[in-house]
Antibody, heavy 125, light 108 residues
Framework: EVQLVESGGTLVQPGGSLRLSCAVSGFTFSNYAMNWVRQAPGKGLEWVSS????????FYADSVKGRFTISRDNSKNTLFLQMNSLRAEDTAVYYCAKASPDVLTGYSLYYFDYWGLGTLVTVSS | DIHLTQSPSSLSASVGDRVIITCRATQSMHRYLNWYQQKPGKAPKLLIY?????ESGVPSRFSGSGSGSGTDFTLTISTLQPEDFATYYCQQTYSTPYTFGQGTKLEI
């Protein structure tokens, strides 16, 4: 059974830092690209960041570029999101999601087929 | 950036109804369009990927289609069931940022 479990969310002051983790099981982690998606209270889904299987390629939303860093430890089956210079508008539930590839082209970020339950990050003084 | 506009933003329907939700993109993205269902307090769930492929385990009353232009897509629920009342999102993975539509809230 595929499982993704996020952790690390908490209350943090503006300007502070936080590191989120996503521990996965039930699939070969090193074979799949991974993602972070967030949802502010009462709002829609917002893609945050993606990383390819090997970690060679990373992608970020403009709203977090330069402040957030995605990484992964394939030996520990864990995805991370380092969040710096946090702002009130970063307040959200953060989900990690597994990507599945386009089997015809090998494009690794075709769709997000498994999601964790999310972890809440609140940025407030 | 590719912007996705869903319509309607909200919809009232009854059990047994046929419902169609549309997603229009600002540029062609071929078939890199996915649909998700989200219930309150829960994580999103993949329903349809690659515009029209049904995710394993998803009931066949859900279907997706796309136009030849690669900009217009639809999610159809053929016969609404009580458990289908939720919010639905389209998402493009053709190019970063991987944008989502604003969501369609389906209510009783």
């Amino acid at each position: 059974e595929v499982q993704l479990v996020e952790s690390g969310g908490t209350l943090v002051q503006p300007g502070g830092s936080l590191r989120l983790s996503c521990a996965v099981s039930g699939f070969t982690f090193s074979n799949y690209a991974m993602n972070w998606v967030r949802q502010a209270p009462g709002k829609g889904l917002e893609w945050v960041s993606s990383m390819t299987e090997s970690g060679d390629n990373t992608f970020y939303a403009d709203s977090v570029k330069g402040r957030f860093t995605i990484s992964r430890d394939n030996s520990k089956n864990t995805l991370f999101l380092q969040m710096n210079s946090l702002r009130a508008e970063d307040t959200a539930v953060y989900y990690c999601a597994k990507a599945s590839p386009d089997v015809l082209t090998g494009y690794s970020l075709y769709y997000f087929d498994y999601w964790g339950l999310g972890t809440l990050v609140t940025v407030s003084s | 950036d590719i912007h996705l506009t869903q319509s309607p933003s909200s919809l009232s329907a009854s059990v047994g109804d046929r419902v169609i939700i549309t997603c229009r993109a600002t540029q062609s993205m071929h078939r890199y369009l996915n649909w998700y269902q989200q219930k309150p307090g829960k994580a999103p769930k993949l329903l349809i990927y690659a515009a029209s492929s049904l995710e394993s385990g998803v009931p066949s009353r859900f279907s997706g289609s796309g136009s030849g232009s690669g900009t217009d897509f639809t999610l159809t629920i053929s016969t609404l069931q009580p458990e289908d009342f939720a919010t639905y999102y389209c998402q493009q993975t053709y190019s970063t940022p991987y944008t989502f539509g604003q969501g369609t809230k389906l209510e009783i």
